[in-house]
């Protein structure tokens, strides 16, 4: 079964608009999470590590202000869009850190349409 | 910056036949290489993970090299099915990156009955 769930699937809305997209960990407490974005045809890229706790860390070129990341407890983290404009249309996903360098199991993605 | 390129963006294969992707990297000593697939619209998922001391790792009908000379994994599909049909990505981490991973640009493989 799924070890982690992502929601929304999909969210359409209109510029300017913030949008908070959940990543839970089912299985096990996560202390960290991981957010990337995918453009079409391209690879992951990752924006940020979440950490349970404390701020996340970001990846260069990345803009904190503009995605939110709140991790508050051991099984959720939340990445927020704030003002989205049609440039952050993307698919984001989340993943859950495994233990030991064991592989990082991913939620099924956020489609971010922003018109 | 790291480098990770895979071979082909479009990989197309006859059923039954061996698939063959490959990652080669740039400005990166890996600790661990993993791949993974993913199917359109949803998130990756893992499928193989190899170490850096490792030379060869298999699981049914997959089958990971991995070269630190070279800098290259080879990641192979045997007997391969139209349900093989995917992208495959290949993901580097290392111990001093705080267990990020850094992917790939992937390679779409269609298998054709």
């Known amino acids: 079964g799924a070890v982690v769930s992502q929601h929304p699937s999909r969210v359409i809305c209109k510029s300017g608009t913030s949008v908070k997209i959940e990543c839970r960990s089912l299985?096990?407490?996560?202390?960290?999470m991981f957010w990337y974005r995918q453009f079409p045809k391209q690879s992951l890229m990752l924006m940020a590590t979440?950490?349970?706790?404390?701020?996340?860390?970001?990846e260069q070129g990345v803009e904190k202000d503009k995605f939110l990341i709140n991790h508050a407890s051991l099984t959720l983290s939340t990445l927020t869009v704030t003002s989205a404009h049609p440039e952050d249309s993307s698919f984001y996903i989340c993943s859950v850190k495994g233990v030991n360098n064991q592989p990082q199991h991913f939620g099924d993605g956020t489609r971010l349409s922003i018109l | 910056s790291q480098k990770i390129e895979q071979n082909s963006e479009a990989l197309n294969i006859q059923e039954g036949k061996t698939a063959t992707l490959t990652c080669n990297y740039t400005n990166y000593s890996p600790a661990y290489l993993q791949w993974y697939r993913q199917d359109p619209g949803r998130g990756p998922v893992f499928l193989l993970l190899?170490?850096?001391?490792?030379k060869e790792k298999r699981k049914e009908r997959l089958k990971v090299t991995f070269d630190t000379t070279l800098k290259q994994s080879l990641f192979h599909i045997t007997a391969s099915q139209p349900a093989d049909s995917a992208t495959y990505l290949c993901a580097l981490g290392a111990t001093d990156t705080g267990n990020q991973f850094y992917f790939g640009t992937g390679t779409s493989l269609t298998v054709i009955p």
């Open positions: 979440s950490n349970e706790g404390s701020k996340a860390t970001y």
């Open positions: 299985d096990f407490q996560a202390t960290t």
């Open positions: 190899i170490r850096e001391n490792e």
